[in-house]
């Protein structure tokens, strides 16, 4: 029987768990996979209890993303770019191999809900290291047109020197040039906060029909989309990139996609 794992400091609240226990169910897979509570300071211990018990792969999560490249074998070029690590698979002759699936889920998620828009404008905001990663994922799926808008403008100006192509702005200006985008991200930490001033820009110049997509997917609906929702647009939510990040994983462990829509189902029944 194959294992996996998810690692993280806190872990209780992951979903990962009944979405990959899931699918092996599903797909008739003899495997299981279980949440570990790894505190930062005990993550290189984790990683080699992992190795010693035969884990056959798993998920890192925050705090340990960036912290557990020194410790794997080899990195994915990606992964390696954006600095971070979501996904170990150990390979046949034991090494570690480092992935990240983070922006590609993202992307893979985007595109089921709403088809390619490659040649759409695309607006990030936010330049932390969730925009990067899919600041990156979007440019090699080949969307053209990436600008990044921030609080503060110089993280989102790294990002673009780093991407080689697109702009960055300040949030004022994104605010006021809405209506030429196709495709708006809310990627900032905003979208996991209640009260006042829960949107990073006013969305009143928004058209009809614009992609409006953010990563938080637990509220499922954000303040961001339920504004967008008001102004006609075409939401997608964060559950999507969720999913995804962890259908890329499964893939890179054993070969094979799982179903993702029948998961959104189930993982939106949950999250009501
Ligand atoms: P993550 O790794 O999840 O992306 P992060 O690296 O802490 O998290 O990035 C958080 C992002 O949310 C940043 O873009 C941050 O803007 P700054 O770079 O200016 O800090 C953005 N953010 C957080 N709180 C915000 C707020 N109140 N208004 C606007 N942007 C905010």
């Known amino acids: 029987k194959k294992w996996f794992a998810v690692i993280g400091d806190p872990i209780a609240h992951s979903k990962s768990p009944f979405m990959h226990n899931t699918w092996f169910h599903e797909m008739g897979i003899d495997a299981t996979y279980i949440p570990i509570h790894v505190k930062s300071e005990q993550l290189e211990e984790a990683v080699a209890?992992?190795?010693?018990?035969g884990a056959s792969g798993w998920n890192v999560t925050i705090p340990h993303k960036e912290s557990i490249i020194p410790l794997l074998d080899d990195i994915d070029p990606i992964a390696q770019k954006m600095g971070a690590?979501?996904?170990?698979?150990r390979l046949n002759d034991g090494s570690l191999?480092?992935?990240?699936?983070?922006?590609?889920?993202?992307?893979?998620?985007?595109?089921?809900?709403?088809?390619?828009?490659?040649?759409?404008?695309?607006?990030?905001?936010?330049?932390?290291?969730a925009s990067r990663g899919i600041a990156f994922a979007l440019q090699q799926y080949g969307y053209e047109q990436i600008h990044i808008a921030n609080?503060?403008?110089?993280?989102?100006e790294a990002i673009i020197q780093e991407l080689g192509e697109?702009?960055?702005?300040?949030?004022?200006?994104?605010?006021?040039?809405?209506?030429?985008?196709?495709?708006?991200?809310?990627?900032?930490?905003?979208?996991?906060?209640?009260?006042?001033?829960?949107?990073?820009?006013?969305?009143?110049?928004?058209?009809?029909?614009?992609?409006?997509?953010?990563?938080?997917?637990?509220?499922l609906m954000t303040p961001f989309l339920l504004e967008a929702e008001k102004r006609q647009a075409k939401?997608?939510?964060?559950?999507?990139?969720?999913?995804?990040?962890?259908?890329i994983a499964f893939n890179h462990w054993l070969g094979q996609y799982p179903n993702t829509e029948k998961m959104m189902e189930k993982l939106i029944e949950q999250l009501k």
């Not at 209890?49 to 018990?53: C, D, F, H, S, Y």
């Not at 922006?103 to 404008?121: I, Q, S, T």
């Open 49 to 53: 209890a992992l190795k010693l018990l």
């Open 85 to 89: 690590v979501n996904t170990v698979v």
């Open 97 to 129: 191999k480092g992935y990240n699936t983070d922006g590609a889920g993202f992307v893979h998620a985007l595109e089921e809900a709403v088809g390619k828009n490659k040649e759409k404008k695309v607006l990030m905001i936010g330049a932390g290291g």
């Open 151 to 156: 609080r503060t403008v110089l993280k989102a």
């Open 166 to 219: 697109g702009i960055a702005l300040s949030l004022e200006q994104a605010e006021k040039q809405l209506n030429q985008y196709g495709i708006i991200i809310q990627a900032t930490s905003l979208g996991l906060s209640t009260g006042e001033n829960k949107l990073p820009i006013s969305l009143d110049l928004l058209q009809e029909g614009t992609i409006v997509a953010d990563i938080v997917y637990n509220p």
């Open 235 to 247: 939401i997608v939510t964060g559950l999507g990139m969720f999913i995804h990040q962890g259908a």
